[in-house]
């Protein structure tokens, strides 16, 4: 449990450094940008995930929730770096840690 907990502290801090990063990202090349570089990074993923196993690639076919986590993850650091852009690292992290508090507590009730 100590353990996890170390983890998502910095995990936390990580998140804090990107926001910031994808910000500046935004505010010099726009959101389309920071959407395009998290894209890439996907792509890059999948290849080695291709690479590495076939079969997991296939069940992505059957499995349309895969490809909008993916999607959403795109959407998510968009929306980071645009936030930060705009409103700064704490006032979007904060933001981004409330709006996943409260989606997760009705995911949880559905």
Do not use: C
């Amino acid at each position: 449990m100590v353990r996890g907990a170390v983890t998502a502290v910095l995990v936390g801090a990580a998140i804090a450094m990107q926001v910031r990063l994808l910000g500046r990202v935004t505010a010099d090349a726009g959101p389309q940008v920071v959407g395009l570089l998290a894209s890439s990074a996907g792509v890059a993923v999948a290849l080695v995930a291709v690479v590495r196993d076939w079969a997991a690639v296939g069940r992505v076919v059957t499995r349309p929730d895969w490809g909008v986590a993916g999607a959403l993850g795109v959407v998510a650091v968009a929306g980071l770096g645009a936030a930060s852009a705009r409103a700064g690292t704490v006032v979007t992290v904060a933001g981004s840690i409330a709006g996943q508090l409260v989606a997760g507590a009705v995911l949880d009730r559905v």
